[in-house]
């Protein structure tokens, strides 16, 4: 710290809120004000939200999403599709696929996909947890959710491989041009895929 | 909140980050799954020190500045000089002045300047506070180091008015070309202002 903190307290806040990602120090400092200019309660609600992050979230036993018992509302629910599951990198891709409002099934996070660049393999992922899920219940399709990088293809072709066997139907996300996209913008891989892919026309 | 948050400890902590000003919900959700990565310790650290900016700062009796106890480091310093006070608008400021490393005199923190279109008059300040350390102690010389706008410039005349009966010398920081700056790209007020009082020329 080169600065010259008038306060060992308020130096140690902005040491602590400059460690999150892409908050720097004046970032840091203009954010440490403004909790000053506010009243304790706020303070503490924030402060005491942060901690119970880690103390309170657990991870789901059967999807490893994030949850705050150890089974998930979403795995719990009767509501739900439980012969169809969308595979996922993380919680905030399940947030994604919700917001749609168009999948009614069950998730499974792997926690991240292989990447050897960033020393990731199959054995950090959830995958056997996964393999294990769709040997023992009744799954009729698994939909693969992964991101569209060379990454996420590796990922997908493993999974593959090693659901096989089960002779559970498997699919993977339409690609193709983004709605309200112009054509001229979207990159040739994308826009070739989407000419093979081709699908029937239909009114809507 | 539209988003299906898999969680309320989740959902509670990215309300209370996406209250602080510049971070939208989506930064703070980024926020609190970068904190969930982290351990336990980290977590509270970055917690208990944005609870402790609320009950364990004070601000100085003397200059008004944040600090650790009831007179801050400055003002209960024995090496800097007490007949010169340099006013500034915020804590932000001192730190700004400190850093250039060329004033050893003592501060007085507005917290604020006279702003009618904020609803700021001078009643909001710690001006009554000023004129008393002026009035009481043996000060030479009072700087005023506020912003150049309007505002800045309102208030400098009010304290002008309020100060000018205690024959104190009073000087304001110096306006011109900015160090580093090309003339094609300074204002013409600023520019006019830097050869109304150009200075004579040095050899550095």
């Known amino acids: 710290m080169d600065r010259n903190y ?3 307290v308020l130096a140690q806040a902005v040491h602590e809120i400059s460690r999150l990602p892409g908050i720097g120090e004046k970032t ?3 954010l440490a004000l403004h909790i000053l200019k506010k009243d304790l309660t706020q303070a503490k609600a924030l402060g005491n939200s942060i901690i119970s992050l880690k103390e309170n979230i657990k991870i789901c ?3 490893n999403n994030i949850s705050d018992s150890d089974f998930c509302s979403i795995c719990t629910s009767n509501e739900r599709d439980d012969t169809i599951i ?3 990198e993380n919680t905030r891709d399940v947030m994604a696929v919700e917001n749609t409002g168009q999948f009614f099934g069950h998730y499974h996070v792997l926690g991240g996909i292989i990447s050897p660049m960033d020393g990731i393999g199959p054995a950090d992922l959830s995958i056997d947890s996964l393999v294990e899920r769709i040997e023992q219940n009744g799954i009729k399709e698994i939909i693969f959710a992964l991101p569209t990088t060379m990454e996420g293809d590796t990922t997908n072709f ?3 491989k090693k659901l096989t066997h089960t002779n559970t139907k498997i699919s ?3 690609r193709g041009v983004a709605i309200g996209d112009d054509l001229e913008y979207t990159d040739e891989i994308t826009l070739g895929r989407s000419l093979v892919n081709r699908i029937k026309f239909e009114q809507t």
């Open 6 to 8: 008038s306060s060992k």
């Open 28 to 30: 840091a400092l203009r």
């Open 61 to 63: 036993k059967i999807c």
């Open 86 to 88: 969308c595979v996922v």
């Open 158 to 160: 493993y999974l593959y």
């Open 172 to 174: 993977t996300l339409a």
